[in-house]
């Protein structure tokens, strides 16, 4: 369980949340919602113990579970099935009982030997508490259905995608959360922030499932509006505005009716209020020019003044980032050709033999199942990464915009301003300023570290780097993840209206849409072949 009193949050002198009262039961699976910026990723961090509340009260009992928007693991070293299990401890207990099982067969001494033996006995006692082997046949069965299949949880987490890498920190809480934890059904109260990012159409059905059944408390930030009305059966909305918190014990659709009949209501309350509040003031007006009827005036003004005081306000129509990608520079025919790229990491051959001429204005989709090295070819495309063969041949005028899906392309430890700044060493200060607000960054933030922002903030702050850039080639690798759905409509918008090359990631079909692609990419085999509909089906899938 998790209770909040008086919590108050706070970005700079910004307030995010102030004297609100949040409560997670058993049970519970709430939807954490509010525009990009509004504090539902700060939110979650501070219920979670990862970031201190500016004032108030916090209480936590039991098991917990914490899926950030940009898990950073510790060891990149170690396999994928190791860091599942070790979310019970399984990792290390198996290294002990294979080195148990090794001194039993390699000690001469009978001494030694029976002290072996019973160390081993001890070892598979706490293995069986804690699950044993059916645990990690429910860890590869939740991989799986992530997917994640066998072939990559042997492989150390400093080989795979970051994409995959997030569905291994996915695994890893929902396996610590599962029925099949040491005795049976499990009280975790789980804190997800965007889990379906990264997932293909099959993994999130799988996902919808497991959070209907969970029977611990869940709260989850998640554009997947799908997902909010499978899953949550009440709803936080974090106003911005107001720097509240409206709790609504409600399912999604219920909630969105409810809204909706709210707004209605108040702003049909603030016309009849004003309406009335008109007429008293023209008539205190009237009055006025009676010297015998200057008081009653005065006393007609302040109930106008005193009747649109008690109104509750209106809802503020939340601010949308413009966004607009670059005006190209100039370029030659084809400013980007890639001849027989192949990449491996360790002995896993990820693709090999890929060619890829990108001509001036075209437009291209890379798809492939996870795993299959679509953001790696983009990272050899961008020259952030060397092929183990072939080559990436630039063109006449070539300049390239690279949107990656981790924000690697962000310091997390500057500010703002020097994010924008160093994607722009040249361009004017109130250029790169105007450009900014344009974004929705304005005054201090200005100064925020970006490694603080919200997922989708720092998505729109990747963004502004591009704009200002003047690219002709956008390489673009998951480019909606993390928006709200008016920001997303906005890069959409800009996908359709850019004059430059674009080579797109994505799992959304929206975004594809928009694109209008020419040419299709399928990883890992690198065939190329003309854009039809039929590809749009794969688009989720991949």
Not at 77 to 93: C, F, H, I, N, Y
Not at 101 to 108: I, K
Not at 367 to 380: E, W
Request: with cysteine; proline share 4%; charged share 25%.
């Amino acid at each position: 369980m998790i209770a909040a009193t008086d919590l108050e949050l706070r970005a700079g002198s910004r307030i995010l949340l102030s004297e609100a009262t949040l409560r997670v039961q058993p049970g519970d699976r709430i939807g954490l919602v509010g525009r990009n910026g509004a504090g539902k990723t700060t939110t979650l961090r501070v219920l979670a113990g990862e970031g201190q509340p500016y004032a108030g009260e916090l209480r936590r009992t039991g098991e917990l579970g914490y899926l950030p928007q940009d898990p950073r693991e510790g060891d990149l070293s170690v396999t994928a099935k190791d860091r599942v299990l070790s979310a019970r401890g399984l990792d290390e207990l198996l290294r002990e009982i294979e080195k148990a099982q090794s001194a039993m067969a390699e000690l001469v001494d009978a001494g030694e030997r029976d002290a072996a033996v019973r160390r081993y006995g001890r070892l598979e006692e706490r293995f069986a508490a804690l699950g044993g082997y059916a645990a990690e046949s429910e860890a590869a069965r939740i991989c799986a259905n992530l997917g994640l299949p066998e072939r990559v949880l042997g492989q150390p987490l400093a080989t795979l995608s970051g994409g995959q890498r997030r569905r291994v920190e996915l695994a890893r809480i929902l396996f610590a959360a599962s029925e099949a934890g040491a005795g049976g059904r499990s009280g975790t109260t789980l804190l997800l922030d965007e889990p379906t990012n990264h997932l293909d159409a099959d993994s999130i059905t799988w996902l919808r499932g497991f959070l209907q059944a969970h029977d611990g408390g869940l709260v989850v930030i998640s554009h997947d509006v799908e997902l909010l009305a499978a899953v949550v059966n009440k709803v936080w909305f974090l106003d911005a505005t107001r720097g509240e918190v409206d709790v609504y014990n409600m399912g999604w659709q219920r909630y969105l009716d409810a809204r909706a009949a709210d707004e209605k209501r108040r702003r049909r309350e603030r016309a009849n209020a004003e309406k009335k509040a008109a007429a008293l003031m023209a008539q205190a007006d009237k009055m006025r020019a009676k010297a015998t009827k200057a008081v009653a005036a005065q006393n007609m003004a302040r109930r106008a003044e005193t009747l649109l005081a008690g109104l509750e306000e209106t809802r503020q129509a939340d601010k949308v980032a413009r966004i607009r990608f670059p005006e190209p520079a100039p370029c030659g025919r084809t400013p980007l050709t890639a001849e027989g790229l192949a990449k491996s990491y360790g002995s896993l051959e990820v693709f090999t033999g890929v060619d890829l001429a990108v001509d001036r204005g075209s437009r291209v989709v890379v798809l492939g199942l996870n795993g299959a090295g679509k953001t790696t070819l983009l990272r050899l495309l961008g020259g952030m990464e060397q092929p183990d063969a072939g080559r990436v041949v630039p063109g006449h005028g070539l300049r390239i915009g690279y949107y990656a899906q981790e924000h690697e392309t962000l310091d997390l430890e500057a500010s703002v301003w020097a994010n924008v700044r160093h994607a722009a060493p040249d361009a004017p200060e109130q250029q790169l300023r105007n450009l900014l607000g344009t974004f929705l960054f304005s005054g201090e933030q200005l100064d925020q570290p970006a490694g603080t922002l919200s997922g989708g903030e720092k998505t729109r702050l990747a963004l502004a780097g591009l704009v200002s850039s003047a690219a002709n080639v956008l390489l673009l690798d998951e480019p909606t993840n993390n928006l709200d759905p008016a920001s997303r409509e906005q890069v959409l918008d800009a996908l359709r209206r850019y004059a430059g090359a674009v080579v797109l990631v994505t799992h959304d079909p929206g975004a594809v849409q928009a694109l209008q692609p020419e040419r299709v990419i399928l990883l890992p085999d690198g065939t190329e072949d003309h854009w039809s509909e039929e590809y749009l089906e794969l688009v989720q899938l991949a």
